[in-house]
């Protein structure tokens, strides 16, 4: 399992969102999914937490997340990457898997084969703080 440098960070402050990534065989798309993350706008990445799942991959689909880690971590406040060493639990339980490792009350879901438009973090926030106003 590999963790972020600022891990006293994730105590320091409240995440605004936790992004969770299951990944199995998604080598191929893995890199531009995690890039996506880097270009998001009007939000501040230091406050984002990213917990990447890789679900016994047999693509090489965790080397490659490993490769964009050092640039992951020191954009976000926090970043894990971790592999399940039992063989392929299906994206349903992957989810859940990496969800039990998230610190927002905010997920946000990104599969290995999606990218992220420039706004989506920041739009997610804005709807949230638009209904937590509300009530």
């Known amino acids: 399992m590999e963790k972020s440098q600022n ?3 994730q105590h320091s402050h409240q995440f605004l969102c936790s992004i969770i990534t299951p990944v199995y065989n998604g080598a191929a798309y893995l890199k531009e999914c995690l890039n996506s993350i880097l270009l998001q706008q009007n939000v501040d990445l230091r406050r984002v937490q990213l917990v ?3 679900d016994s991959s047999t693509d090489g689909s965790y080397q490659v997340a490993h ?3 050092q640039e992951l971590r020191s954009c976000l406040g926090h970043v ?7 063989g392929p639990l299906g994206v349903g339980s992957a989810r859940n898997v990496a969800c039990a490792r998230a610190s ?3 997920l946000v879901f990104l599969d290995a084969d999606d990218v992220m438009r420039p706004l989506r973090l920041s739009r997610t926030l804005q709807a949230f703080d ?4 509300s009530f």
């Open 52 to 54: 990447i799942y890789d």
């Open 80 to 86: 894990e990457l971790f592999r399940g060493e039992t």
């Open 104 to 106: 927002s009350a905010i």
């Open 130 to 133: 638009s209904v937590e106003d």
């Open 7 to 9: 891990d006293s960070a």
């Open 67 to 69: 490769q964009v880690l």
